[in-house]
């Protein structure tokens, strides 16, 4: 495609359920990041994949969380049980090699009620 | 643990101002500098830095890496209303994917 996309644009969801989100990177692009964006925060690194495997998973902020990427392209971001501190904006990027430009999507607002 | 700070916090000028936004950083195996936009949800890409003192411009805005001061500048010129938004850089590991982002800059520019 012609940018990042990713799915849903927004997402309500009740305590303690579980959450997927979507992210279909540029085409070709062999590095995948999530971040995430509290409101007038920075952005908070999550994970990074290089293909389908993911070298550094250290921004991962509980075990509540996980992310998987097939076929060097989409890749999912699961939260388990979700709580209110979740309550975020989640970003996703790709660029063509780690370490260089990262292509952002337009990212996931997830509220939890 | 990696650190990026970014000062002022927030801006706020008028049109055909100048302003000039800091980065500074604290990277182990530091590889690149990278400074963004972001208006909405989306952060969009301004300029990627990795050699000292060699000015990246685009437009009205250029950039510079300072890697013996570890830190980084944005300038803006002839600043537009259209400039409006958060201005964010993030500082990259060598052989690591991780991006460390600052808290950003929120500029305005008044009519």
């Known amino acids: 495609g012609a940018g990042v996309s990713q799915s849903p644009s927004n997402k309500v969801t009740e305590k303690g359920k579980d959450v997927e989100l979507r992210c279909d990177p540029i085409s070709g692009h062999t590095a995948l990041y999530w971040y995430r964006q509290s409101l007038g925060q920075g952005l908070e690194f999550l994970i990074y994949f290089q293909g389908n495997s993911a070298p550094d998973k250290s921004g991962l902020p509980s075990d509540r969380f996980s992310a998987e990427r097939t076929g060097g392209s989409v890749s999912t971001l699961t939260i388990q049980r979700t709580q209110q501190e979740d309550s975020a904006v989640y970003l996703c990027?790709?660029?063509?090699?780690?370490?260089?430009?990262?292509?952002f999507g337009p990212g996931t607002r997830l509220t939890v009620t | 643990e990696d650190k990026v700070v970014q000062s002022p916090l927030s801006l706020v000028v008028h049109e055909g101002d100048t302003v000039t936004l800091n980065c500074s950083y604290e990277?182990?195996?530091?590889?690149?500098l990278l400074w963004y936009k972001q208006e909405k949800k989306a952060p969009t890409f301004l300029f990627m830095l990795t050699s000292s003192g060699i000015e990246k411009k685009s437009g009205r805005l250029s950039s510079i890496l300072d890697k013996k001061e570890l830190s980084s500048i944005l300038n803006i010129t002839a600043t537009q209303t259209g400039d409006s938004a958060i201005y964010l850089c993030?500082?990259?590991?060598?052989?690591?994917?991780?991006?460390?982002f600052g808290d950003g800059t929120t500029l305005t520019v008044k009519p």
């Open positions: 990277v182990t195996n530091f590889r690149s």
């Open positions: 990027a790709s660029s063509d090699y780690r370490g260089r430009e990262q292509y």
């Open positions: 993030a500082g990259v590991r060598t052989n690591a994917g991780k991006s460390t």
